[in-house]
Structure formats: structure tokens, C-alpha cells
């Protein structure tokens, strides 16, 4: 055993020479050997999830990007007993979907309605009878309009409205998520 004096005092180390330098290497590897152990459990966790979703054990990855780019919801009538009397509200709506995957519009909520349908009518426009549907197709790299003319969404039985005003829309998509717009009440019979 050595003795040092440091600073005036004494103090005892443990043997000297070659056992004092190998202490620092002893170290390191006691360091290398902790840190081993969660680096394979990481590489391991890893390649098992990259084989879960390789076989579809993951689903499908979609990268679907939804646009809204005009929401309007016009006025059923000038008078607030006409719109009384007009029962659902509809709407005019733009969507893109800016992705490679098709999506679809599965519901539409607004704290203005107690009930909204998703509706499709026959093409050829404004006449001909109205179908609710449980959801519209968004076409991959496709801009669609919902409109009184086609396809729509129809807030049923909502209070009157007044011009200017804007009404919160919820739009859900199956793939997309929700999208949160404004939609602006118009003037009777404008988008």
C-alpha cells in the first residue's frame, strides 16, 4: 500500500502500479456493458415492430391530407318565419384531398343542429329526389363540391340565420381526421 500526503494530510491508497492504471479501463467497460444491454433490447424492439408491419400486423399507413377551402351555409329565407318554415339548411362545401388515397367524409357536427345528414341527389342537379348516405367519397388528388346540387350537407331543423354570421362545422373523415371550419351564412340562393 502507498501513502500520499495531500494538502498536508495524509491519505492511503490501494496498491500501486499496474492495478492503480487498470482501474480507469475497468471502468469504461463496466460502462460500455450498462449501455449494451437497453441498445439491444432497442435494436431488438425494433426489428419486431418493422416485421409486425411488414406482414400487416400495422394496418395500412395513409398519408391522406384533407383541404377545406370554402365553407357557406346560405340563408333558407330573408324572413325568419319563411326560414322556419323551410326545415333543413344545406350548404356549399369545398374539398381537396391532396393525397394519393382515396378518403371519405363520414359525418359533419355542429352545435347549431341537433341532426346532419350527408345527402346525395341523382345528377342532373337541383331536382329529383334526395338519398341520405352514411358518407361521400373524397377522390385521391380530387376536389369535390358539396352543394344543394348534388352532393351535400344538410343541418336539419337549425334556428334562423342571419347573414354574415358564421356557424362551426365539424367534418370527420374516415381517414383524414377532423377538420374544424367556419362556415359563413350567406344570402338566400349564393354559396
Given amino acids: 500500500m502507498t501513502t500520499r500526503i495531500l494538502d498536508g494530510g495524509v491519505a492511503c491508497a490501494g496498491p500501486a502500479g499496474p492495478a492503480r492504471a487498470a482501474a480507469p479501463g475497468r471502468a469504461l467497460r463496466e460502462l460500455v456493458m450498462a449501455a ?44 325568419p318565419g319563411a326560414a322556419s318554415a323551410a ?12 393525397s394519393g388515397s382515396a378518403d371519405e367524409l363520414v359525418s359533419v ?5 341537433r341532426h346532419i345528414v350527408l345527402t346525395t341527389r341523382p345528377a ?25 346540387f348534388g352532393n351535400d350537407v344538410m343541418l336539419m331543423d337549425p334556428p334562423p340565420l342571419q ?8 367534418l370527420t373523415f374516415r381517414h383524414g381526421g377532423t377538420i374544424h371550419v367556419q362556415g359563413t351564412v350567406t344570402p338566400p340562393g349564393t354559396p
Fill in 36 to 79: 449494451l444491454a437497453p441498445v439491444i433490447c432497442l435494436v431488438l424492439l425494433v426489428g419486431l415492430l418493422s416485421a409486425w408491419v411488414v406482414t400487416g400486423g400495422g394496418g395500412t399507413i395513409a398519408w391522406v391530407r384533407i383541404q377545406v377551402s370554402l365553407a357557406a351555409i346560405p340563408m333558407r329565407a330573408f324572413t
Fill in 87 to 98: 326545415g333543413a339548411a344545406t350548404t356549399f362545401v369545398v374539398i381537396r384531398n391532396l
Fill in 109 to 113: 357536427r355542429s352545435p347549431i343542429a
Fill in 124 to 148: 342532373g342537379g337541383a331536382t329529383g329526389h334526395r338519398t341520405v348516405v352514411p358518407d361521400l367519397d373524397i377522390p385521391a388528388h380530387a376536389t369535390i363540391t358539396l352543394s344543394p
Fill in 163 to 170: 347573414a354574415g354570421h358564421t356557424i362551426p362545422l365539424i
